[in-house]
């Protein structure tokens, strides 16, 4: 295995596979020198224009999480009644939802601001441009969850605001061109996920070779 930067390569492999979503923690608090530290990994992923268009909303007060939590919950309950679930299942399920978003230890809001994004006078352009801001935040996002894991602290991307970003810019007072794209929770691990399995390489690769 080559070694760079003096990393040695398979330890990079080994980091990257070994990161799990880990959707319990304990109820320590997680320091202001690591969230910073995490938030500059996620600033340093590459983005579009390098627009940097992510904007990171840091909720650290248990009353800002639980009405977060019970904004998004109201409007969650909603829509399980208009799918017909039962009365004891959506209490289940959104009792749940808003437990596990109160009781993190941290949560960050990622949006996706355009402002810094080109702007296009017809839709096509204009819709690709959106795609590349999400796809800008998304890179973003995966840098803080390989921080988390490197600080060894669980981590998970949850996509609970794309249902409901007008009721998530309401509740923080965001404006409504900052477009809520998903909650990441962080804190010390409660537990410790078995690995979803991956698909074959050879299921969604396809080289030029073989056609
Ligand atoms: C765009 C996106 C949205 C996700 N949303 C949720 C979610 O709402 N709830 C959840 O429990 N996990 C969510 N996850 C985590 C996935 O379930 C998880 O990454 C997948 O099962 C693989 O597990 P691993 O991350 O441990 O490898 C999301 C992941 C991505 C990339």
């Not at 997680?30 to 983005?47: E, K």
């Not at 601001?113 to 702007?119: G, R």
């Not at 996509?159 to 509740?171: D, N, R």
């Not at 990441?184 to 969604?204: C, D, F, N, Q, V």
Request: glycine letters at 4%.
């Amino acid at each position: 295995m080559p070694i760079k930067n003096g990393v040695i390569m398979q330890d990079f492999y080994d980091f990257v596979q070994s990161r799990r979503s880990v959707r319990n923690y304990r109820e320590k608090l997680i320091s202001r020198d690591q969230i910073t530290r995490i938030l500059a990994a996620g600033m340093w992923a590459p983005s579009a224009h390098n627009a940097q268009p992510w904007r990171f909303f840091v909720l650290e007060s248990i009353e800002k999480k639980r009405q977060l939590a019970e904004a998004m919950g109201a409007l969650f309950r909603r829509d399980l009644e208009k799918d017909g679930e039962t009365a004891e299942t959506i209490e289940l399920v959104v009792n749940e939802s808003i437990e596990r978003f109160s009781t993190a230890p941290l949560l960050v809001l990622v949006c996706l601001s355009m402002d810094t994004m080109d702007e296009y006078s017809d839709e096509r352009r204009q819709q690709a441009e959106f795609v590349m801001g999400v796809q800008s935040v998304a890179a973003a996002i995966q840098n803080i969850l390989l921080a988390a894991h490197a600080e060894e602290l669980g981590a998970c991307w949850f996509c609970a605001p794309l249902f409901c970003q007008g009721i998530v810019q309401e509740t923080l007072k965001i404006p409504s061109d900052v477009y809520p794209q998903a909650l990441i929770a962080l804190g010390e691990p409660a537990e410790s996920p078995l690995t979803p399995p991956r698909r074959r390489l050879e299921e969604i690769v396809v080289f030029d070779s073989e056609k």
